[in-house]
């Protein structure tokens, strides 16, 4: 090494004794560790900035995520009763939802299909949640986010509306429950006679995480 550096210090060496020699020689070896250095010192920061960009681009998938915007997706009660079975009084009902990062919006939509009376204190699904088995174009008939939901049922509002019932224009409301099992109601006396313009109405959002 000290061979190829002596000859890198370059001009006559002629007259120069060896403490002369080996000052230039260390002066050359310590400019060059000090270029090694650097090179380090560069590389490090390389490093830095790499790792810096990487957790930038974490961080605007990150937030992509959560403020994506979703296309409506619109659900239909199903034509057979949800758990109980049987024909499902409220065919014809239904639900759209849209999502917002991890919030989703439910809200009714639809009316009912035929005239029909409800039993007293008897719980009705409006959707159920789980993997849907329709094929498009054909509407789902349960909401698959929905199985995310953890915890006690969160409660919101329906509201009942039938402007052509019988017994003059109807509108009522009770609790409406949100849970992993879906979406329904338990009736606290017996309604009679709704018309198929009975419109079933509802809004609620949720955060929903799937585990």
């Given amino acids: 090494m000290k061979i190829q550096n002596i000859a890198r ?3 006559n060496l002629e007259g120069c004794d060896c403490d002369e020699i080996l000052e230039r020689l260390t002066d050359l070896e310590e400019s060059q560790c000090e270029q090694c250095c650097d ?5 490090n920061s390389l490093t830095e900035i790499r790792n810096e960009i990487t957790n930038i681009w974490n961080k605007i998938d990150e937030v992509e995520r959560f403020i994506h915007i979703s296309e409506v997706v619109d659900y239909l009660a199903p034509a057979i009763r949800p758990i109980q079975g049987g024909p499902n009084p409220l065919y014809g009902i239904g639900v759209s939802v849209i999502s917002i ?3 989703f919006n439910f809200w009714g939509t639809g009316s009912l299909n035929n005239s029909v009376s409800l039993a007293n204190n ?3 699904y409006i959707i159920e949640a789980g993997t849907p088995t329709e094929v498009p174009p054909a509407k789902p008939t349960k909401i ?3 199985t995310w939901y953890v915890g006690e049922p969160t409660i919101g509002t329906l509201w009942i509306s039938d402007p052509a019932h019988s017994g003059g224009a109807l509108t009522m409301s ?22 198929p313009s009975t419109v079933f109405k509802f ?3 949720l955060i929903l995480v799937e585990s």
């Fill in 203 to 205: 809004t609620q959002a």
């Fill in 101 to 103: 990062g991890q919030t």
């Fill in 122 to 124: 008897a719980t009705y």
């Fill in 9 to 11: 210090l370059g001009g």
């Fill in 39 to 43: 090179c380090q010192a560069i590389e």
């Fill in 174 to 195: 009770m609790p409406l429950y949100f849970d992993q099992t879906g979406i329904y109601f338990t009736t606290t006396s017996s309604i009679s006679n709704l018309t």
């Fill in 144 to 146: 698959p986010e929905l």
